[in-house]
Each structure stands twice: as structure tokens, then as C-alpha cells.
């Protein structure tokens, strides 16, 4: 069981930076995958990134790629993810998700593939 809280969301200039967190409650956090998705109003929810229980193994979408760094800090049952070089296009609420895989290197895509998620946080690029 993880309950997962968002933070760190906001308005920011395009080209600009914000950096995400993700804290998690549980005994367990590192048996966890962790993934990051987005969702626009009137779109589909859209996979971001995702990270493995020890963070030797990340993915990250086409759209984000190069510009978005996920990581986290198991001492601190924390997730992160770096945004930099940000557009309008980012303009999304950020949802941080979990999956338990004990100590394997999987970090699912998939929303489906995922059990627990936080609220959202809200990120706005201005233009």
C-alpha cells in the first residue's frame, strides 16, 4: 500500500525549469516502479517517464525526451522529475504513479500497469 502526494507544480516562463517531487508513504518504496504521466484538458493521459526500484533502468516518452529527467531517493521515499527547456505543450496536471515489482528492473508505460497515484499537480508554461 503507498499513498503518493505531488508537489512543486506552478506557472512558469517557456524555456524555463521546475523540478517535480513526489513523496511516498510506505515501508516498501524501493520494491516500487515509479512513473510520471500528464494529462492536458480534453486529451488523454500521456506517459512521461518511469523508473525502476533501484533507478538503474528509466524510460521517458518521445514528447519529453532529452529534456526531462526522472530519479528518485529511496532514503527519502521521494520520486523527482526534472523539466527543463519547458513549452505551452507542457501545460499539463502531473500525476506520479506506483507499481509494486519487488527487485526486478521492470518500470511499466503503460496507465494500466500502474496501482497507486497521487492527486495531480497542477504545471502551466506561459508562452
Known amino acids: 500500500q503507498v499513498l503518493l502526494v505531488e508537489s512543486g507544480g506552478g506557472l512558469v516562463q517557456a524555456g524555463g525549469s521546475l523540478r517535480l517531487s513526489c513523496a511516498a508513504s510506505g515501508r516498501t518504496f524501493n520494491k516500487y516502479a515509479m512513473g510520471w504521466f500528464r494529462q492536458a484538458p480534453g486529451k488523454e493521459r500521456e506517459f512521461a517517464g518511469s523508473i525502476n526500484w533501484n533507478g538503474g533502468s528509466t524510460y521517458y516518452g518521445d514528447s519529453v525526451k532529452g529534456r526531462f529527467t526522472i530519479s528518485r531517493d529511496n532514503a527519502k521515499n521521494t520520486v523527482y522529475l526534472q523539466m527543463n527547456s519547458l513549452n505551452p505543450e507542457d501545460t499539463a496536471v502531473y500525476y506520479c504513479?506506483?507499481?509494486?515489482?519487488?527487485?526486478?528492473?521492470?518500470?511499466?508505460?503503460?496507465?494500466?500497469?500502474?496501482?497507486?497515484w497521487g492527486q495531480g499537480t497542477q504545471v502551466t508554461v506561459s508562452s
Open positions: 504513479a506506483a507499481r509494486y515489482t519487488g527487485y526486478s528492473d521492470y518500470s511499466p508505460r503503460e496507465l494500466k500497469e500502474y496501482n497507486y
